[in-house]
C-alpha cells in the first residue's frame, strides 16, 4: 500500500533520523522551514519503530487524522527513544540505528465476534469502551511470530491490551511501511 508518495517517504526518514540524533546530542531543534509543502499537508497516523543491531529497541505511533504527518513523525521520533518496554537509546548505538515508519491508512471497525481480517495485511487496533484499556498491533507482527488470526487477536487482547473482561471494539488498519 503507497499511502505517500516515495519522496516524501525518503525526507521523512532522514527527517527521523535527525529528529532523533538531535535528541540524543542535545542539538538544536530544526527549522520546519525546510519541510516539504506536501509533508506540512499530508494528516495521518503513524508509528516510528527504532532496532538496533536488528533488535527492536522501541515502537511509538498514533492514529490521528488531526495533525499533519510531519509533527507525527516528530512527536513519536523523540518519544520512541524513550519507550518504556525497552533500555533507552544511548548516543554510542546511533551508528546501529536503524529507522522504519508506517503510515497508517484510516482504522476500519470489524465485528469483535466474527472478525475478518488478513494476516500480514491488516494491523488490530482493540479498546474496551469501559476502562478505555487499548492496544495494537501493526500488520508484521503476526508475520514475524509466526501467529494464526487467532493467536494475533488473542495476544492483542490478553496480552498487550490486558482486556480481561468488557465491551470491546475493534478495528484493522493497513500501513505503509517503509
Not at 488478513?118 to 488490530?124: A, N, P, Q, T, Y
Request: overall charge negative.
Amino acid at each position: 500500500m503507497n499511502l505517500i508518495p516515495i519522496e516524501d517517504k525518503v525526507y521523512l526518514l532522514n527527517y527521523s533520523r535527525i529528529i532523533i540524533e538531535n535528541n540524543l546530542l542535545n542539538n538544536i531543534p530544526l527549522s520546519d522551514n525546510f519541510i516539504p509543502e506536501s509533508c506540512k499537508k499530508t494528516y495521518g497516523g503513524a508509528f516510528v519503530t527504532i532496532y538496533i543491531d536488528n533488535k527492536l529497541r522501541g515502537c511509538i505511533g498514533h492514529f490521528t487524522e488531526k495533525d499533519p504527518l510531519i509533527h507525527i513523525i516528530k512527536e513519536t521520533s523523540v518519544s520512541v527513544l524513550h519507550d518504556l518496554r525497552f533500555k533507552s537509546v544511548s548516543i554510542e548505538e546511533l551508528d546501529n540505528l536503524k529507522i522504519e515508519i508506517s503510515i497508517l491508512s484510516p482504522l476500519f471497525e470489524i465485528s469483535p465476534e466474527f472478525p475478518e481480517f488478513e494476516i500480514g495485511k491488516h494491523g488490530l487496533f482493540v479498546i474496551d469502551t469501559i476502562t478505555g484499556r487499548s492496544g495494537t498491533y501493526l500488520p508484521h507482527v503476526a508475520t514475524d511470530q509466526g501467529w494464526n488470526k487467532e493467536q494475533f487477536l488473542w495476544s492483542l487482547i490478553n496480552e498487550k491490551a490486558q482486556i480481561s473482561v468488557g465491551k470491546i471494539k475493534l478495528y484493522t488498519f493497513e500501513t505503509d511501511k517503509f
